[in-house]
Structure formats: structure tokens, C-alpha cells
């Protein structure tokens, strides 16, 4: 199985922040890195695919990158709306696994 | 509008089988892949499987033993059955396609 790590596995932040999480995988998997948000209480909600791809309807304040082994999920400008646990998650083999996820605070 | 909702009991026994199904609605069963994906406290983010009518079918091999994955095209429905449960098993279950639309989640807890 590919092992996606994510850190930092918790973070505190305010409103206005800049916000970056990353994570690595075990293996290369070229761009196959989705990126997931999730409330309390949700399902997960797709805020980026391909690594990089913004998924419609998802605020340009979200961004990602990377290729490889290594991704980064960025968040210009932390809104209110924003805390919350994000995953990242790799479609490049099977089976299909997810990250431990990284929980943002308020600060 | 596309909608998915998992439905099924709540509660089972152990060594019964949990069985869900998925009711998909605004989108035909018969493109995308189709899953499953479990949450759990102590196991996070677990994909299942995933099956689609091109009869591509794939299970995660920690659960491939116990798991079936189908399709009713006439119901736009698809279905979980997972045997021989535990308290292992007990976790919030999710449909969903890859990756854009999902459930609401279903809690499904194993106890006797």
C-alpha cells in the first residue's frame, strides 16, 4: 500500500493566515494527490484533484502542489469557514488510501 | 443535483453481515466508479472498494476476504455487504464516487 503522510497533524491559526500542509508519499505517484476538507459531522468535501486542480466552486484562496512524493495544500488568507480537518488521499494505486489528516485551530 | 444516501441498519451483531446500500439520484450508476470509504477513530480515512458497470472491481486487500461490492443499474442503487463483522467494523460508512460526490455517512455499529 502507498502511505501518505500528512503534517502537521494539527495546526492553530487566525483568520487572515497563510496555512500550509503537507504530505508525503511513500512512493512516487506523479500528480495522482487529491486534496479533502471535512467538518465535524460531514462527508469529506474535494477541494483539489491532480494535485494542483481546483475543484469548481472551491475558493481561489485554495491552492496545491507538488509531483512525486511530496504535496503541499495552501490556504491564502485563512476564512472563518476554513477550520476544519484536511486530508490529502492518492488515486495513483490500489488500493486507494488517505492521509491521517491535519486539523486546523483557531488560534 | 446529484445526490447519494447510504441506507441500512444501524446496529449489528457480531460475526453477522453488515449490509449497506447506496441510492444514487441526478447522475446514472452506469458511469463513474462507485465506493465505499469507512471513518473510524482509531483507523481514519479507509477506502473499501470501488465497482463500476465495466465490471472493474477492487477491494482493499485488508478487507477482500469479507467484502462484495454490486450494482443494480435498475434501482441506480449499489450495495456494501462486509461478513463476519466485529466491533472492529463499527465506523461511520460512506458512498461515494471518485471523488467528487459523496454521502452523508451512515454510522453503522457492531455490538451485540
Known amino acids: 500500500d502507498i502511505q501518505l503522510t500528512q503534517s502537521p497533524p494539527s495546526l492553530s491559526a487566525s483568520v487572515g493566515d497563510r496555512v500550509t500542509i503537507t504530505c508525503r508519499a511513500s512512493?512516487?505517484?506523479?500528480?495522482?494527490l487529491n486534496w479533502f476538507q471535512q467538518k465535524p459531522g460531514r462527508a469529506p468535501n474535494l477541494l483539489i484533484y491532480?494535485?494542483?486542480s481546483l475543484q469548481t466552486g472551491v475558493p481561489s484562496r485554495f491552492s496545491g502542489s507538488g509531483t512525486g512524493t511530496d504535496f503541499t495544500l495552501t490556504i491564502s488568507g485563512l476564512q472563518p469557514e476554513d477550520f476544519a480537518t484536511y486530508y490529502c488521499?492518492?488515486?495513483?494505486?490500489?488500493?486507494?488510501?488517505f492521509g491521517q489528516g491535519t486539523k486546523v485551530e483557531v488560534k | 443535483q446529484v445526490q447519494l444516501q447510504e441506507s441500512g441498519p444501524g446496529l449489528v451483531k457480531p460475526s453477522e453481515t453488515l449490509s449497506l446500500t447506496c441510492t444514487v439520484s441526478?447522475?446514472?450508476?452506469?458511469?463513474?466508479?462507485w465506493g465505499w470509504i469507512r471513518q473510524s477513530a482509531g483507523r481514519g480515512l479507509e477506502w473499501i472498494g470501488r465497482?463500476?458497470?465495466?465490471?472493474?472491481?477492487y477491494y482493499n486487500p485488508s478487507l477482500k476476504s469479507r467484502v462484495t461490492l454490486s450494482l443494480d443499474t435498475s434501482r441506480n442503487q449499489f450495495s456494501l455487504n462486509l461478513n463476519s463483522v466485529t466491533a472492529a467494523d463499527t465506523a461511520v460508512y460512506y458512498c461515494?464516487?471518485?471523488?467528487?460526490?459523496w454521502g452523508q455517512g451512515t454510522l453503522v455499529t457492531v455490538s451485540s
Open positions: 461515494a464516487t471518485e471523488w467528487q460526490f
Open positions: 441526478g447522475i446514472s450508476i452506469s458511469s463513474h466508479y
Open positions: 465497482t463500476s458497470t465495466s465490471g472493474n472491481t
Open positions: 512512493q512516487s505517484i506523479n500528480k495522482y
Open positions: 491532480a494535485a494542483s
Open positions: 488521499q492518492q488515486s495513483y494505486g490500489m488500493p486507494r488510501t
